[in-house]
Structure formats: structure tokens, C-alpha cells
């Protein structure tokens, strides 16, 4: 049976590249679906949407040597933090059909995969809407994973954090913000957040090919 042919890029990029490829799905016009594989070329804390940054972060409690990125997405999801230890995949589609199934599977399939390398994760129980994968950890739900599904602008993206480092982020990150306050009291940004090795040491960065190449399957597409 034919499978279509999928371009798969993968860059390290800093947060000005990285913005040019989110934004890419608000201006390009792609006659195939192309996915982008990104690692981050140093800290960076981004936000999606028109919410001002301080809604989320202490915009004075930011180290110097963390680059801040708004993007141009019409979406409002908060700020993230990543650096080299975080992989960030954007898929755009060319068909509604296309992100939907993509959302669809991507947390089936990712939970497949990491159960594979010893790390049991779930669908956070919190914000179950939002495609949030956390693991448990000391009775605590602890986000290493999210996503984002944009019909209007035809991608789906998801991120895998290894290693959260969460002295580069200390004190930056309000704790009494109505989407932290949903998870009750939070003492520190490590109570619900985390990095997949800390239940699964060993595991390599590759899982993530692995979900990306089990997704494609899901859409019969031939990756190149």
C-alpha cells in the first residue's frame, strides 16, 4: 500500500530559530506534512499566545543567560522552560485530519513506548485535556511531557524533558497561578515537574524517534 513521503528535520536551534519554526505553521503553506526535531541550543523560556509573560514567571527572578521567546501563536499555553536536556517535536500537517489523529495517538503511543525502557507514565489526572504526561513520584504527579493541537494552523507538538534542572529556573515560576493552583499546594516548581530519568535513568533520547516513527505508521507515512 503507497505511503507518503514525510520530510523529518532535525536542528539544533536557539529560541530565535525556534520561534521561526513554530511560526512556520501560521505562514507556510506545506504541500507535504514535514516534522521537526529540535534540541535546544541553550536555557530558554517561551511563551505561546498574547498572555504577558509575568502572568506566569518573575520576570526578575530570570537568570541573564536564559533567552526569552514569545511566539506568535494564537494559542495561550503558559511559559516552558527547556534546555539541552529537552527534545521538542512539531509536526505540520496538511489536513485537519491529520492533527486530530496525531493527538489522538500520541499519548497511547508514547506511554507504549517509555513502558518499553522501564518508565510507567500516564495521562495527568489533573489537567487530562491538556495531553499532559507526568510520572508518580513520592505520591506526587510530575509533568515531563506536553502538547499542543492547532487545527486552525495544522500541527500537533509534543516535548519529552530528560533532565529537569530546576536550579536555572529557581524562583521564576509563580506557584499560585490558577493552572499550578489546580494541582493544590505546591511548595516548588519539583513537586510537578520533573525529567523522565528520574524513574528511568538509563533511558536514551531515541524513544523519541520511536514515538515519532509510530505515529507516522499510525498515518501510513514513509519518513525520509
Known amino acids: 500500500m503507497y505511503k507518503q513521503s514525510v520530510e523529518l528535520i532535525r536542528e539544533t536551534v536557539d529560541g530565535t530559530r525556534r520561534k521561526q519554526i513554530y511560526e512556520l505553521g501560521e505562514t507556510g503553506d506545506f504541500t507535504s506534512p514535514v516534522?521537526?526535531?529540535m534540541k535546544p541550543a541553550g536555557d530558554t523560556l517561551t511563551i505561546h499566545g498574547n498572555d504577558p509573560f509575568e502572568k506566569y514567571i518573575n520576570l526578575d527572578a530570570v537568570n541573564p543567560g536564559i533567552e526569552i521567546v514569545r511566539t506568535g501563536s494564537s494559542m495561550n499555553t503558559g511559559v516552558v522552560f527547556t534546555d539541552s536536556n529537552t527534545t521538542i517535536v512539531r509536526i505540520f500537517c496538511t489536513s485537519a485530519r491529520e492533527v486530530v489523529i496525531l493527538k489522538k495517538n500520541f499519548v497511547k503511543t508514547a506511554i507504549n513506548v517509555l513502558a518499553k525502557y522501564g518508565a510507567s507514565v500516564m495521562l495527568s489526572t489533573h489537567r487530562p485535556k491538556a495531553n499532559d504526561l507526568v510520572f508518580t513520584k513520592a505520591g506526587?504527579?510530575?509533568?515531563?511531557?506536553?502538547?499542543?493541537?492547532?487545527?486552525?494552523n495544522l500541527f500537533f507538538s509534543f516535548f519529552i524533558c530528560f533532565e529537569f534542572d530546576a536550579s536555572k529556573i529557581e524562583g521564576v515560576y509563580k506557584l499560585d497561578t490558577d493552572k499550578i493552583l489546580s494541582r493544590g499546594e505546591v511548595k516548588h516548581i519539583t513537586d510537578i515537574v520533573g525529567g523522565l530519568r528520574e524513574i528511568a535513568p538509563s533511558i536514551p533520547e531515541t524513544v523519541v524517534d520511536e514515538i515519532i516513527y509510530t505515529l507516522a505508521e499510525s498515518l501510513r507515512w514513509s519518513l525520509k
Open 140 to 152: 506526587q504527579e510530575k509533568k515531563f511531557s506536553g502538547s499542543v493541537t492547532d487545527i486552525d
Open 35 to 37: 516534522i521537526y526535531v
